[in-house]
């Protein structure tokens, strides 16, 4: 199934529309946030602290007198960036190494295979806790460990792919026709798994920024001052009892932003296996 | 059955052995020196001496792989070394830590099982009423929602609001109620709907139309043949969900000071006390492949055509 029927296929369900509708507004607003955001995310003016909304403030101030709509719309630059670069890493080390394992097959494949196995023995955040705690907090940190507890995943299921796609007819009549091995993986296999495992990356898109916000939520990803959405709700925290929008905002980003992602998953799922309905 | 219990814990070992060569090798990644930081914590100036003296005491003077046997050796006696920060063994922290976590996990589970397996029959026999279209909504909320945001939504409802709970720590089982259910909450919505997916598979599958056939009343028919069917999955895919409850209980414990190991963990990460969180991982993997072994196990035992399939090969 091409990557153009997909879309196509999407475009059609009303609630995906508008799914994708929402995900290309908050990114478009993240993108644009040195431009549309009406003040300073960083700027401390404590004689403003904790104002309701009002001029200037649409969505009021936090404890530090900063524009909480500011930093909402640099969060969802910082959030959704992560999330992407994360998932880019992801698949980009995976498709290297599932590539390898599945064509090269031999003691190569049992190798990467069996590491990939032990990794995915370790349920995930324990293991990106464990990777955290070793490197130290921070953002760079943070997107090591969820791209080291994510790319054994895919590597695995891309080396099934590749594995399939190895013995099937175009590729045995190429090596016949004396192609050699990394011309045949670059022309012929992976333009045949890539849009597969892009659509399937996006199912995970979702997750990944739900870890991206608990990580910085327990102070572990990105550290403050920087808006990020699990950041601002930890900053929220104390202010729960006489000021509960200070997390409210934050939460309903990450709510919508990771429910938006989901219905577009499942209506993902349903677009490439026309047998479910 | 004997055989294939001995053959899958004869196969747990490599996959122990390859999560403790991970475990160990992630002390490695530190970008600075354990010793140091042992030293630092130990409010003492880390003269190269000092350092020095450290490294021979916790053996990181030796090449790896004597690192690594010693260190396994030690682990396979549960003596994972002391911590930087409190200067106690390691599993005594851990174990100290422990209960908390299980009977967060445990309340959960129950938690979970009260509500799924009714609303998830409910959604079944009732397929597109109002009631299925509900449990859809909390499955796709359970989905999305960050389950750090839902405990302070739930502090802020029932504590702050309502004064019906308290807000933090550990003690009373009201205490446990919004950490459990806050835990709980995405867990019961996925089994929900798993179990209706289930039981609306078996309602349709030859054998229970054989049993309407047979003019078997509809309540033994949706007890006998669909239910007992259809709760196999949901068993094994919640078995396997216990190690990940354990695991995931690190955000919750941290929103309500629960006192259990994922609080630990993050403390431990805050002071780089490397063989607490060395241990934590080994402990929760252990754990996870374990549990995912022992469903894996019932699942043959519980499904006679599992069963009776592997006896013939």
Known sequence: ?277 | MVRYVFMRLAGLVPVLLGISLVTFILVRLVPCDPAEVYLRLSQIPPTPEMVASVRADLGLDRPLYAQYLDWLWKAAHLDFGVSFATKQPVLAEITRCFPATLQLTLASMALVLLVSLPAGILAALYKDSIFDQFSRLLAFLGASVPNFWLGFLLIYLFSLKLDLLPVLGRGTPAHLALPAATLALSYAATYTRLLRTSMLDCMSADFVLYARARGLRERLVLGRHVLKNALLPVTTAFGMSIGHMLAGSVIVENVFAWPGVGRLCVYSIFNRDYPVIQCYALIMAVIFVTCNLVVDMAYRFLDPRIRLGGGRQ
């Open chain 1, 1 to 277: 199934m091409t990557f153009g029927t997909i879309v196509t296929r999407l475009a059609g369900r009303k609630l995906t529309a508008a799914c994708l509708l929402i995900i290309l507004a908050i990114t478009l607003s993240g993108a644009l946030a040195p431009i549309l955001a009406p003040n300073d995310p960083n700027l401390v003016d404590l004689e403003k602290k904790l104002a309701g909304p009002g001029a200037g403030y649409p969505l009021g101030t936090d404890h530090l007198g900063r524009c909480i709509l500011s930093r909402l719309m640099y969060g969802a630059r910082i959030s959704l960036g992560t999330a992407f670069l994360v998932m880019f890493l992801t698949i980009a080390i995976s498709t290297v190494v599932g590539t390898l394992s599945g064509y090269r097959g031999g003691t190569l494949d049992g190798l990467i295979m069996r590491i990939c196995d032990i990794l995915l023995a370790f349920p995930s955040l324990v293991l990106a806790l464990a990777v955290i705690g070793m490197l130290g907090p921070g953002l760079l940190n943070m997107m090591i460990a969820m791209v080291s507890v994510q790319w054994a995943w895919y590597a695995r299921m891309i080396r099934g792919m590749v594995l399939s796609l190895r013995e099937s007819g175009f590729v045995l009549s190429a090596r016949v026709s004396g192609v050699s091995g990394p011309v045949i993986v670059a022309r012929h296999i992976l333009p045949n798994i890539l849009s597969q495992v892009i659509v399937l990356s996006t199912l995970d898109i979702g997750w990944v920024i739900l870890n991206i916000s608990g990580m910085s939520f327990l102070g572990l990803g990105i550290q403050p001052p920087t808006p990020e959405w699990g950041a601002m709700l930890n900053d929220g925290r104390q202010f729960l009892r006489s000021n509960p929008s200070l997390m409210a905002y934050p939460g309903l980003m990450i709510l919508t932003v990771v429910a938006a992602f989901n219905l577009i998953g499942d209506a993902l799922r349903d677009a490439l296996d026309p047998r479910e309905t």
